[in-house]
């Protein structure tokens, strides 16, 4: 028990410790993983091909070589700094989520101002993607951020929001921890999606044409309106003893109970991110 509990003390310290609106490695790796065990293999070519460029990427300590390293490397780029010390890649953190309102009808405009947001850049890169007049660097860096956005839009707490920054500003307990910074946010980011993807079976193989047709099926917008009501309906409701719209508590508790109800949940949210990942990199590069 002492040794489990300095284990997950150090991965909430771990957690907390990562960029905001980062999902955690696992997460993103997860979703890469799937998405390139259903493409075509022409499209898994392709892919394997784009990536042997990655140096033009020109961020050597945020490598790309492989489909699951591209999968996090938008989250690994946003400290970097110019010659200057200005930020790099700043113009693309707002890409990373949509704070859509779970206590309103649903509504993609207010939160896509300007397309800076993960629905709009998930349309975009795939858009220069596709493109095969579009210089290499640009469809390197277009396929790592493609990559990442699919899984960004995947968990929930990306796609819908509370007017508490994606459930950021929810403290909340994870079962008998209680760090002071864990908030709901990051528990979907890492404690809860580490506990979903290890369970077994594993996620990553070969599905059947039925379910990857069916759970791919659908657009951008169909999958962000689906995401933000895991959000409201499950992020939050869980979080808030069944109404996700009632007054957000100084802290919530996800006792043990109610974190294993979230598992298939989380569970099912990496599955369709990857499979909906696979038909779009099928659809821009198969």
Same mark, same amino acid.
């Given at each position: 028990?002492?040794?489990?509990?300095?284990?997950?003390?150090?991965?909430?310290?771990?957690?907390?410790?990562?960029?905001?609106?980062?999902?955690?490695?696992?997460?993103?790796?997860?979703?890469?993983?799937?998405?390139? !065990?259903?493409? @075509?293999?022409?499209?898994?070519?392709?892919?394997?091909? /784009? +990536? =042997?460029?990655? #140096?033009?990427?020109?961020? *050597?300590?945020?490598?790309?070589?492989?489909?699951?390293?591209?999968?996090?490397?938008?989250?690994?780029?946003?400290?970097?700094?110019?010659?200057?010390?200005?930020?790099?890649?700043?113009?693309?953190?707002?890409?990373?989520?949509?704070?859509?309102?779970?206590?309103?009808?649903?509504?993609?405009?207010?939160?896509?101002?300007?397309?800076?947001?993960?629905?709009?850049?998930?349309?975009?890169?795939?858009?220069?993607?596709?493109?095969?007049?579009?210089?290499?660097?640009?469809?390197?860096?277009?396929?790592?951020?493609?990559?990442?956005?699919?899984?960004?839009?995947?968990?929930?707490?990306?796609?819908?929001?509370?007017?508490?920054?994606?459930?950021?500003?929810?403290?909340?307990?994870?079962?008998?921890? !209680?760090?002071? @910074?864990?908030?709901?946010?990051?528990?979907?980011?890492? /404690? +809860? =999606?580490?506990? #979903?993807?290890?369970?077994? *079976?594993?996620?990553?193989?070969?599905?059947?044409?039925?379910?990857?047709?069916?759970?791919?099926?659908?657009?951008?917008?169909?999958?962000?309106?689906?995401?933000?009501?895991?959000?409201?309906?499950?992020?939050?409701?869980?979080?808030?003893?069944?109404?996700?719209?009632?007054?957000?508590?100084?802290?919530?508790?996800?006792?043990?109970?109610?974190?294993?109800?979230?598992?298939?949940?989380?569970?099912?949210?990496?599955?369709?991110?990857?499979?909906?990942?696979?038909?779009?990199?099928?659809?821009?590069?198969?």
């Amino acid at each position: 028990m002492v040794r489990l509990r300095i284990l997950v003390a150090a991965l909430v310290a771990l957690a907390l410790a990562t960029p905001a609106q980062a999902y955690w490695e696992y997460g993103h790796e997860t979703v890469a993983a799937i998405a390139n !065990a259903n493409v @075509r293999p022409a499209t898994r070519i392709a892919i394997h091909r /784009l +990536l =042997a460029k990655q #140096a033009l990427l020109d961020t *050597p300590t945020c490598p790309a070589r492989t489909i699951e390293q591209a999968s996090v490397w938008a989250d690994c780029i946003k400290p970097l700094k110019d010659a200057g010390g200005q930020s790099r890649f700043g113009y693309a953190y707002s890409w990373h989520y949509q704070n859509v309102n779970i206590c309103a009808a649903f509504d993609l405009l207010p939160a896509c101002k300007d397309g800076d947001c993960v629905s709009a850049q998930i349309g975009r890169q795939k858009a220069i993607l596709k493109n095969r007049h579009t210089p290499a660097a640009d469809r390197v860096r277009a396929l790592a951020f493609l990559v990442h956005f699919v899984g960004d839009l995947h968990q929930p707490l990306h796609a819908g929001d509370k007017a508490d920054k994606g459930g950021n500003d929810l403290k909340a307990d994870y079962g008998i921890y !209680a760090p002071a @910074r864990l908030n709901l946010h990051s528990i979907w980011d890492g /404690l +809860l =999606a580490e506990r #979903a993807i290890s369970q077994p *079976p594993s996620l990553v193989h070969r599905y059947p044409a039925a379910q990857r047709a069916r759970l791919a099926a659908g657009s951008v917008t169909d999958w962000s309106r689906e995401s933000w009501q895991v959000s409201r309906d499950v992020a939050y409701a869980a979080a808030l003893g069944g109404d996700p719209c009632a007054p957000s508590p100084a802290r919530a508790t996800l006792d043990d109970a109610t974190i294993a109800r979230l598992v298939p949940a989380a569970r099912a949210e990496v599955v369709k991110g990857g499979l909906r990942l696979a038909r779009l990199l099928n659809e821009a590069l198969g």
